[in-house]
């Protein structure tokens, strides 16, 4: 796998206040044969659809506690 030299841009140059920004596709960054890749297929794959219905808008979970005790 050839490695790519990157330049790191010093961001503190502009103060305080500045946020930093990903690009909108990474995918150029992430190497073909990386396990990521495969990863991410997987998951892809998988009906998720059970885990979403638990979780409400705001990202908690929708059971309670002391019912996961019982």
Same mark, same amino acid.
């Given at each position: @796998? &050839?490695? +790519? !030299? /990157?330049? +790191?841009?010093?961001?503190?140059? $502009?103060?305080?206040?500045? &946020? =930093?920004?990903?690009? =909108? !596709?990474?995918?150029?960054?992430?190497? &073909?044969?990386?396990?990521?890749? =495969? $990863?991410? +297929?997987?998951? %892809?794959? @998988? !009906? =998720? %659809?059970?885990?979403?219905?638990?979780?409400?808008?705001?990202? %908690?979970? /929708?059971?309670? %506690?002391?019912? @996961?005790? !019982?």
């Amino acid at each position: @796998m &050839k490695k +790519q !030299n /990157t330049v +790191q841009i010093d961001y503190t140059v $502009l103060g305080d206040n500045y &946020k =930093l920004k990903l690009p =909108l !596709n990474i995918d150029y960054i992430i190497p &073909k044969d990386y396990f990521v890749r =495969l $990863l991410s +297929q997987i998951i %892809e794959g @998988m !009906n =998720l %659809e059970k885990l979403f219905l638990g979780i409400d808008s705001h990202g %908690e979970s /929708t059971s309670r %506690e002391d019912s @996961m005790v !019982n």
